[in-house]
T-cell receptor, first 112, second 112 residues
C-alpha cells in the first residue's frame, strides 16, 4: 500500500527566504503530483512529475523527483506572502489508474 | 469549461438524517473520485469510478456510505444515516486517463 509522508507539517518563513518541502513515498509510484490549497478553497494542481530526475518550475516554485530515493521536493525561492497556503504531494498508486494518495500537507506561512 | 461542479456547497443536518452530495465531472473525463478532508485524517480517497464503474471503494468508511455514477456526467455520494463524525469537506475530482485530477469546490458537511 502506498503511503506518502511530507515534512515539515508546518513552515513559517520570512519573505525573501528559501526553503524546501520534502515528500517521501513508500512504494513505486508512476508519477508524483503537487497541489496547492488556500484556506477554505479547493485543490489546485501545481506540478506533475513523470519520471526520475524530472524538474519543473513555475515562478518561485520548483519541484523535482528522485524515484530511486522515492523522494520529491518542492523548493521555494525568495518566498512572498502570496505563497502562503497548504501544499500537498500525492503519489499515483500505479497502473492505468489515477488513484492518488495524498500526503499530510505542509502549511506554509510566509511572514512579511 | 465550468470545471467540476459540486452541490451543495454547505450542508447542515441532524444526526440520523440522509445526506446526498452531488458531483458533475468535467465533460470528457473518464475517471471520478470522491475524497474526504478532515483535520485529523487529511485527504482520504473514498471511492473512484472509471468509465462510470466503481473500481475501488476500499476507502468507504462504512456501509452507511454509498456512491453511484449512473452516467458520465453525474455522481452522488450518500450517507445514511449520518453521524457527527461524518462532518468534513467532501471533494469530488475528475480526470482523463493518466492525467492530473481536477477538484471541485467541495461540500462542507456538518452533522449536528
Amino acid at each position: 500500500e502506498l503511503k506518502v509522508e511530507q515534512n515539515p507539517l508546518f513552515l513559517s518563513m520570512q519573505e525573501g527566504k528559501n526553503y524546501t518541502i520534502y515528500c517521501n513515498y513508500s512504494t513505486t509510484s508512476d508519477r508524483l503530483y503537487w497541489y496547492r490549497q488556500d484556506p477554505g478553497k479547493s485543490l489546485e494542481s501545481l506540478f506533475v512529475l513523470l519520471s526520475n530526475g524530472a524538474v519543473k518550475q513555475e515562478g518561485r516554485l520548483m519541484a523535482s523527483l528522485d524515484t530511486k530515493a522515492r523522494l520529491s521536493t518542492l523548493h521555494i525561492t525568495a518566498a512572498v506572502h502570496d505563497l502562503s497556503a497548504t501544499y500537498f504531494c500525492a503519489g499515483n498508486y500505479g497502473g492505468a489508474t489515477n488513484k492518488l494518495i495524498f500526503g499530510t500537507g505542509t502549511l506554509l506561512a510566509v511572514q512579511p | 469549461d465550468a470545471g467540476v461542479i459540486q452541490s451543495p456547497r454547505h450542508e447542515v443536518t441532524e444526526m440520523g438524517q440522509e445526506v446526498t452530495l452531488r458531483c458533475k465531472p468535467i465533460s470528457g473525463h473518464n475517471s471520478l473520485f470522491w475524497y474526504r478532508q478532515t483535520m485529523m485524517r487529511g485527504l482520504e480517497l473514498l471511492i473512484y469510478f472509471n468509465n462510470n464503474v466503481p473500481i475501488d471503494d476500499s476507502g468507504m468508511p462504512e456501509d452507511r456510505f454509498s456512491a453511484k455514477m449512473p452516467n458520465a456526467s453525474f455522481s452522488t455520494l450518500k450517507i445514511q444515516p449520518s453521524e457527527p463524525r461524518d462532518s468534513a469537506v467532501y471533494f469530488c475530482a475528475s480526470s482523463s486517463t493518466n492525467e492530473k485530477l481536477f477538484f471541485g469546490s467541495g461540500t462542507q458537511l456538518s452533522v449536528l
